[in-house]
């Protein structure tokens, strides 16, 4: 999908609430954070139901409830091993040797040091198991007189307002705006993606204004984010794990 300037603002007019589906995913990513990290276990889900039970079984089940990070990371442990297996071929087929070898380069330092399956392994599916509405989103930086700079980065469903699926694929995403205060003068900073175009768009009251300065074209050709899962259950808008 791609955007004028009429339309991208209508879009962000349209989502100034968020909706219910990612309501729902944000409560189904902290849930899953409980169970699979711990994260705020106890307030989450150990107290959950106090207000309809007795106040004896309240204490038992406070007094025995488990954490259970260490069931998932030993059922995970069968996942991680196929990144560590031998064996198999790769064929890439880049003709121009320069090319070739700046893409496997690429490969073997994807980011923050780790190969492209290092970075799998122990971060992209982990993610997935926590967030699966979240997406991996490719950051583009292009400086004047410096190298260019294009790197993947998380964005949690906690910082998506709204996207619309194609498969793992979104034709736009729109993430939540930025609160801001400049000379003491309060506004919110909008960032929409389409398949051409990086938006930024500033809201005072019910104004809205593109900046041209930190809005460009991107060069991929389509919108840079892959939803972390895959499965939808029938009638429902947000992923599962």
């Not at 392994?121 to 930086?141: A, L």
């Not at 004047?144 to 709204?162: A, F, Q």
């Amino acid at each position: 999908m791609i955007f004028d300037q009429l339309t991208v603002i209508q879009e962000i007019e349209k989502h100034q609430t968020t909706e219910l589906w990612v309501v729902e995913a944000r409560k189904r990513s902290a849930e899953l954070k409980a169970l699979v990290n711990g994260e705020n276990f106890s307030e989450l889900l150990v107290q959950q139901i106090e207000k309809i039970e007795s106040n004896n079984r309240s204490v038992a089940r406070k007094k025995y409830a488990k954490d259970i990070r260490d069931l998932f990371s030993r059922v995970n442990k069968k996942r991680e091993n196929v990144f560590q297996s031998n064996g198999g071929s790769e064929e890439i087929n880049i003709d121009s040797e320069e090319l070739k070898a700046q893409f496997i380069k690429t490969l073997t330092r994807f980011k923050g040091g780790k190969s492209l399956f290092k970075y799998l392994s122990e971060y992209f599916f982990k993610q997935m198991d926590i967030d699966p509405n979240g997406v991996i989103f490719i950051e583009y930086k292009a400086e004047e007189g410096k190298e260019l700079k294009v790197y993947p980065t998380y964005k949690s469903i906690n910082d998506i307002r709204h996207y619309d699926a194609n498969g793992q694929k979104c034709e736009y995403i729109i993430f939540e705006p930025k609160k801001k205060i400049v000379n003491n003068s309060y506004f919110q900073e909008w960032r929409i993606v389409d398949a051409k175009t990086d938006w930024t768009i500033k809201q005072v009251g019910t104004t809205f204004v593109i900046d041209t300065e930190k809005t460009f074209e991107h060069p991929f050709g389509e919108v840079p984010a892959v939803i972390l899962s895959d499965y939808i259950e029938i009638g429902k808008r947000e992923r599962q794990n």
